[in-house]
């Protein structure tokens, strides 16, 4: 399982067929018995990354006359950019790449692959090696636009004599998945916000149910990622989950700002600690969504 240091929900189709004389429809603890658990999805979620990766990779245009190579770990000495991957992030991530090799200046590759993007791809800037071999390297994504692209594509391409490289690197982020037993109880009628300027009650129905939507629908952090992260000063809020008769189910410590893998939601259920959580997207936040749905802005507001 590969990860990198760089933030979908699985949809289970259950297909029974239904006729005379056919086998009747399993018990409710056959059909629990029947669901894949957390490794198999993810293990399952892993695999289609890869395959998307890939599929990505085989849409690549390369310039006329370029064949595909074989670049091994050091070869041609300075280029070191050929052997740097792509964007970094702490996401889940499947990575595949390729070579190719033409005789064509660094200044006809670049003119060629400017001319053929790949469909869906935004650009996202460019960087330039002044220092010998020269390269030029662009970075895309894809959704083209959105605040939380989940595929990445990367260009290399590097000049050396008579002829010039181009290293392409495809990344499609994939989402560990969450216990459906690490969700908030089913119970819960009433939530509690403890902010850091006063308290919130939440006892409407439709509103806690959005608010439910929008945590249970929060990834875990990624496991197995572990970084380096600076001391970090950031204001949280409490969220008590609680039943109709005020009986206290779940509690989450919330960062005001965005929830990362430095910062996540801590949770807990009943007295139970659970996996971390984190947010998909720093501009479209948890912690925002929920300031907005109460009118009480400890940062920027956000639009649903």
């Known amino acids: 399982m590969k990860r990198w240091l760089l933030p979908a929900s699985a949809l289970v189709l259950v297909v029974t067929a239904c006729g005379a004389g056919e086998k009747p429809a399993p018990q409710a603890t056959e059909a629990v018995a029947r ?14 990354a890869e395959r998307e990766a890939r599929t990505i990779l085989r849409e690549f245009v390369p310039p006329p006359r370029a064949h595909r190579v074989d670049v091994r770990p050091g070869q041609y000495g300075g280029a070191h950019v050929l052997h740097q991957a792509g964007p970094t992030q702490v ?10 090799s033409v005789r064509r200046s660094l200044a006809e590759v670049a003119a060629f692959l400017r001319a053929h993007p790949l469909r869906g791809f935004g650009g996202s800037g460019a960087e330039y090696g002044s220092n010998v071999p020269h390269y030029l390297r662009w970075g895309r994504s894809s959704p083209a636009g959105s605040p ?19 290293r392409v690197d495809v990344q499609v982020v994939w989402v560990y998945p969450r216990s ?8 819960t009628s009433e939530i509690v916000v403890h902010m850091p300027k006063g308290v919130r009650t939440v006892t409407d129905r439709a509103k806690v149910g959005r608010v439910l939507r929008w945590f249970d629908a ?13 001391a970090r000063l950031t204001a949280h809020m409490t969220l008590s989950f609680r039943s109709a008769g005020g009986a206290w189910l779940a509690r989450a410590r919330v960062p005001v700002t965005c929830a990362s893998v430095c910062d996540p939601i801590g949770f807990r259920i009943g007295g139970r600690r659970v996996k971390p959580l ?5 501009s479209y936040s948890f912690s925002g969504r929920l300031q907005s749905l109460l009118g009480s802005h400890l940062t920027a507001p956000v639009h649903r």
Do not use: N
């Open 35 to 48: 669901v894949p658990g957390v490794r198999a999805v993810a293990a399952r979620r892993e695999r289609a």
């Open 91 to 100: 996401v889940e991530v499947a990575d595949v790449h390729g070579f190719w």
């Open 148 to 166: 939380a692209p989940s595929r990445f594509l990367t260009i290399t391409a590097v000049a050396l004599p008579r002829r010039t490289i181009v």
């Open 180 to 187: 459906p037993s690490e969700r908030v109880p089913p119970a």
């Open 218 to 230: 929060l990834p875990i952090s990624p496991p197995g990622v572990h970084v380096f992260c600076l």
């Open 278 to 282: 984190v947010d998909r997207s720093s």
